[in-house]
T-cell receptor, first 113, second 116 residues
Framework: GNSVTQMEGPVTLSEEAFLTINCTYTATGYPSLFWYVQYPGEGLQLLLKATKADDKGSNKGFEATYRKETTSFHLEKGSVQVSDSAVYFCALSTNSGNTPLVFGKGTRLSVIA | GAVVSQHPSWVICKSGTSVKIECRSLDFQATTMFWYRQFPKQSLMLMAT?????????EQGVEKDKFLINHASLTLSTLTVTSAHPEDSSFYIC????????????FGQGTRLTVV
């Protein structure tokens, strides 16, 4: 079946440090891949997405590249800020809108000043 | 992007009472909505898939008589926690996807339920 594996947290970084959160997937067919962010006490917000191999999703300084050969979609940011502290979820979809996305377990990021 | 509105954002209720949580898609029609539960510092747990005009599909281990789901229109799904107990206290989140293949999911703001 389809699954997403992302690195265990929590991750603690100093402000302006480089961030990488690893995400790998197993899927049948050709999935779309997503990163969602959840700030404390809120729902999830779409951060970025990629719908085919070699696509790069980017938003707010975050980037992730869809690597079919390594079945990966690692999230990166060159210089994190305190406001980036949140939980990050990697997810995939291989089907239409009547099926739920498949989520990883989430990675908690804390950025300290 | 599309908006999903969830209400209330927080609620406190007494043990034994029922609580209704609403989830609305504001600018698209959602034939399917999803309900999740999230424990502190944990991932999302899919509870059920809500289908407009038909019965919800519950995940294994979720009590359908305790968590009643109604999806009466293309823009509204409700989750009712019946005879709530303290162990039902949690963060509940709804989600919907627009029609089409491989489209992203949009999430409500979540509801913090505390049963006292």
């Amino acid at each position: 079946g389809n699954s997403v594996t992302q690195m265990e947290g929590p991750v603690t970084l100093s402000e302006e440090a480089f961030l990488t959160i690893n995400c790998t997937y197993t899927a049948t067919g050709y999935p779309s891949l997503f990163w969602y962010v959840q700030y404390p006490g809120e729902g999830l917000q779409l951060l970025l997405k990629a719908t085919k191999a070699d696509d790069k999703g980017s938003n707010k300084g975050f980037e992730a590249t869809y690597r079919k050969e390594t079945t990966s979609f690692h999230l990166e940011k060159g210089s994190v800020q305190v406001s980036d502290s949140a939980v990050y979820f990697c997810a995939l979809s291989t089907n239409s809108g009547n099926t739920p996305l498949v989520f990883g377990k989430g990675t908690r990021l804390s950025v300290i000043a | 992007g599309a908006v999903v509105s969830q209400h209330p954002s927080w609620v406190i209720c007494k043990s034994g009472t029922s609580v209704k949580i609403e989830c609305r898609s504001l600018d698209f029609q959602a034939t399917t909505m999803f309900w999740y539960r999230q424990f502190p510092k944990q991932s999302l747990m899919l509870m059920a898939t809500s289908n407009e005009g038909s019965k919800a599909t519950y995940e294994q281990g979720v009590e359908k008589d305790k968590f009643l789901i109604n999806h009466a229109s293309l823009t509204l799904s409700t989750l009712t926690v019946t005879s709530a107990h303290p162990e039902d206290s949690s963060f509940y989140i709804c989600s919907a996807r627009d029609l089409g293949v491989n489209t992203e999911a949009f999430f409500g703001q979540g509801t913090r339920l505390t049963v006292v």
